[in-house]
């Protein structure tokens, strides 16, 4: 039996409908209709323990949805879910307490109080023996570098500091499974990169199931074999990422500045392999095929006609995947 | 639970210690403004000597009665007032549900409101003004019974805080009406139960039994019978009441929470 089970759950929402105009208020509240939402439709998946999935979609493609089922937050309007052989909001409790959650947007600490509290709370929450909680607590401490703001109310922490602080709280019990709802949103590169690690080897060494949905795929290449992509509530892919690269994502992009003094023929230049030029004063956008051209060899070509005085690599939005995945027609439903 | 609950509380009250002076702004405004209520009444008296045969001293009982509970409800159940609101339309009480506890205990214990201790003290001097004013000839048993009391009015408000908590699930605000039966009900129950016609006296004591939290027990300390024929005995059934309500407002809030799991708002 796998770890987290999934079978064709669906979540459908009523929401009233608004009317506009003058007394769109009114009107509202006396004759309410409702339009169905289909927030999540008939996705199945399994997981095994261990594992460490990047669930994905563009926004309101029902992610968030998903997660709130698998964590007992909400009960599927159809299908069947089951975690470690429960099915989520049926045992609420014993269900959680072997589960993290971080949501990237809410911080689920005490507010007005220094972090360290909020870890002294949840000790007695979750009632974790007391060696055990000094013990994660050290670890975490040591590699998420909690110590600066461990004296700090969360409401004065940083960003990046309050997202630590919120991971290694969803961790102190020693959880199965940790589920993070866009864990690196809004956060700077050395901040990102520094989740991302922690991420890696709690994985690792821990051997913690950890789900994550986001909608930077830098967080997905860096933390998980296996992607699962969803878009308005259908499950439109699900296997490996390199796969999914190959097939729909094989599309990446050298954005360039240049320095003055461009030459006459600039427009009509196109290095091999590349698929599309697009320019916009001294900058220039090169689209090419992984497969027909690296990087390094169209920089290198680029070089030999420009001087290049700044350059970045794009990797294939999200968004751009979907697309593609839709226009090879490989999406059945 | 009872530790982790105290333990909770005080990790609240610290928080709000962190505003020290907006504290004691509160807990003296609630003083000046709840104050205001017997003065309000009082004032009244110097026109009349009595109300429905009532003297401002045994009207100072009712109202003490009824305040010291609805003070003590709106400290205790301050996790289901505004700040529960809020909770829901935040989106926070997802949070609630991924922690391994009740949803209750936890809203419960999410907050505590000290500074509602303005409105005890200013009704606990009102209670030393009738007292010492009246002759009530205390036995253990009325000594009881005034206690009972207290604690049965605290959880009949409690509830009805509960129940408008509990229209949060659907309505995401608690609608205006609660505060009629919070506030509003307060205000009712400062006066005699006599002196309302049959069917709001039917409800404060049958539907919503706010008369349960100071009008029997007045009866039974001030032995006064009740013009329509209520038994003044009833006042022992008080705390009996109160359980039972506040069991309808538990289960009521159950529905709530499995309501929000399958709608998500």
Not at chain 1, 14 to 25: C, D, I, L, N, S
Not at chain 1, 279 to 302: C, K, N, P, Q, Y
Not at chain 2, 45 to 70: H, K, M
Request: charged share 20%.
């Amino acid at each position: 039996m796998a770890l987290i089970e999934v079978e064709n759950v669906a979540k459908t929402f009523r929401v009233a409908k608004r009317y506009e105009g003058r007394f769109g208020a009114i009107r509202s509240l006396l004759a309410r209709e409702y339009r169905e939402v289909h927030a999540v439709d008939k996705v199945s998946f399994q997981l095994e323990a261990g594992e460490m999935v990047g669930y994905i979609g563009p926004n309101g493609a029902g992610k968030s949805t998903t997660i709130k089922m698998l964590t007992g937050i909400l009960v599927p309007s159809s299908g069947r879910i089951m975690v470690a052989g429960r099915v989520p909001y049926q045992e609420r409790v014993a269900h959680v307490r072997k589960i993290g959650v971080v949501f990237g947007q809410r911080s689920q600490l005490w507010w007005d109080l220094p972090t360290i509290e909020s870890f002294e709370l949840l000790r007695h929450i979750y009632k974790i023996p007391f060696e055990r909680w000094r013990e994660n607590l050290d670890t975490f401490s040591d590699i998420l570098e909690l110590g600066p703001f461990l004296h700090t109310p969360v409401r004065q922490l940083s960003l990046g500091q309050r997202m630590r602080a919120d991971l290694a709280a969803a961790l102190l019990h020693d959880p199965n499974i940790l589920f993070l709802d866009e864990p690196t949103i809004g956060l700077d590169v050395v901040a990102k990169d520094r989740i991302r690690q922690f991420l890696q080897r709690i994985n690792k060494e821990r051997g913690t199931t950890v789900i994550l949905t986001t909608h930077d795929l830098e967080d997905i290449e860096r933390l998980c074999q296996r992607v699962i992509l969803i878009d308005h509530g259908t499950l439109i892919y699900d296997g490996a990422l390199e796969e999914l690269r190959n097939r729909f994502g094989r599309e990446r992009t050298v954005v360039i500045d240049i320095e003055n003094g461009l030459p006459d023929n600039a427009h009509d230049w196109r290095p091999i392999g590349v698929n599309s030029v697009r320019r916009e004063g001294r900058r220039f956008w090169f689209s090419f095929d992984r497969h027909a051209t690296t990087a390094a060899a169209l920089i290198g070509e680029i070089a030999q006609r420009y001087q290049i005085r700044d350059l970045t690599v794009e990797e294939p939005k999200i968004e751009t995947i979907v697309r593609q995945i839709y226009e090879s027609g490989s999406v059945t439903v | 639970m009872f530790s982790l609950y105290l333990r909770l509380i005080w990790a609240r009250i610290r928080g709000q210690m962190q505003y020290k002076a907006a504290f004691w702004v509160d807990l003296i405004g609630f003083l000046v403004t709840s104050g205001i209520d017997f003065v309000v009444i009082a004032i009244l008296f110097t026109r009349f000597d009595s109300l429905a045969g009532w003297s401002i001293y045994e009207i100072g009982l009712l109202y003490a009665l009824t305040q010291i509970s609805f003070s003590f409800a709106e400290m205790i159940m301050r996790g289901f007032d505004a700040p529960f609101e809020t909770m829901m339309q935040r989106g926070s009480f997802d949070g609630v549900l991924i922690r391994p506890l009740d949803s209750f205990f936890q809203v419960l214990s999410s907050e505590f409101q000290l500074r509602r201790l303005g409105r005890t003290a200013q009704a606990s001097a009102v209670l030393i003004f009738a007292l010492s004013n009246l002759a009530i000839d205390w036995t253990f048993a009325k000594i009881v019974l005034f206690v009972l009391t207290l604690i049965a009015g605290t959880i009949i408000y409690s509830a009805i805080i509960v129940i408008g908590a509990t229209i949060c699930f659907w309505t995401i605000k608690t609608p205006e009406v609660i505060n009629a039966f919070t506030h509003g009900g307060n205000q009712l129950a400062s006066y005699p139960l006599s002196i309302y016609n049959e069917w709001i006296r039917r409800i404060f004591l049958m539907v919503i039994p706010i008369a349960f939290t100071n009008y029997p027990t007045a009866l039974v300390l001030l032995n006064r019978s009740d013009p329509h024929g209520l038994a003044a005995q009833i006042a022992w059934a008080s705390p009996l009441v109160a359980l039972v309500f506040f069991g309808v407002a538990r289960l009521f809030w159950q529905y709530g929470v499995n309501s929000y799991q399958s709608t998500g708002s």
